[in-house]
Each structure stands twice: as structure tokens, then as C-alpha cells.
Nanobody
């Protein structure tokens, strides 16, 4: 069974930075072709933030975070990262990491992911 554990969330002021980590364990994680970060704010749907194609490192970002967020992976450590810079109050949400055995047709489509972490809260104050 795959386990994903996020860390690194917290409270920052607008313009600040945070780095989220997602540690993966479990045999099936090695079969994951896509890994991604999603977020969900209160009263809103879960939205894709950034995704990475595991084998070659290609990435995809939501328009709202392009140029500010960077997704990366350390395959040796089975860890996924999300570097978040120039944070805005609208970035406030619970952030989740996810893994997909087969990449969905749209890498930021939540329904295409098989495994999810419990989430880490990010709060950005103005």
C-alpha cells in the first residue's frame, strides 16, 4: 500500500516562501508515472497546482502558480517537493500530494490520481 506524507506547511506573510515535501513509501509507489500537488480552499473544489512525469521530469503547472511555484522530485529519497515563492493570500489552502499509476490525460486532473496524502495547511496573510 502506498503512503504519502506531506510536511512543510505553515503560516507566512504575502511575498514569503514555503517548501512542501511529500515522502512516499510502499511498493506501488515505484509504479507511479505521475506525481502532483493539489490544493483545496474552504468551500472550493480541489485544484491541481503542479505535476511531474516521474520518468523524465516533465512538469505542468496551473496558470495561477506559473513562475512562482516549482515542483521537483528526489527519486532516490522517493520525495516530492513544491517550492512556493511570492506567496499570495489566495494561495491559502490545504495542500495535498498525490500519485498516479497511469498519468491522467490532463496531469492536473484530481480524479486521475490513485493515492493521496493527508494534506498540509498553508496560510498566507496579507
Amino acid at each position: 500500500q502506498v503512503q504519502l506524507v506531506e510536511s512543510g506547511g505553515g503560516s507566512v506573510q504575502a511575498g514569503g516562501s514555503l517548501r512542501l515535501s511529500c515522502a512516499a513509501s510502499g511498493g506501488y509507489i515505484y509504479r507511479s508515472n505521475c506525481r502532483a500537488w493539489f490544493r483545496q480552499a474552504p468551500g472550493k473544489e480541489r485544484e491541481g497546482v503542479a505535476a511531474v512525469f516521474v520518468s523524465d521530469g516533465r512538469t505542468s503547472y496551473a496558470d495561477s502558480v506559473k513562475g512562482r511555484f516549482t515542483i521537483s522530485q528526489d527519486n532516490a529519497k522517493n520525495t516530492l517537493y513544491l517550492q512556493m515563492n511570492s506567496l499570495k493570500p489566495e494561495d491559502t489552502a490545504m495542500y495535498y500530494c498525490a500519485a498516479a499509476t497511469d498519468c491522467p490525460w490532463h496531469w492536473l486532473l484530481a480524479s486521475g490520481y490513485d493515492y493521496w496524502g493527508q494534506g498540509t495547511q498553508v496560510t498566507v496573510s496579507s
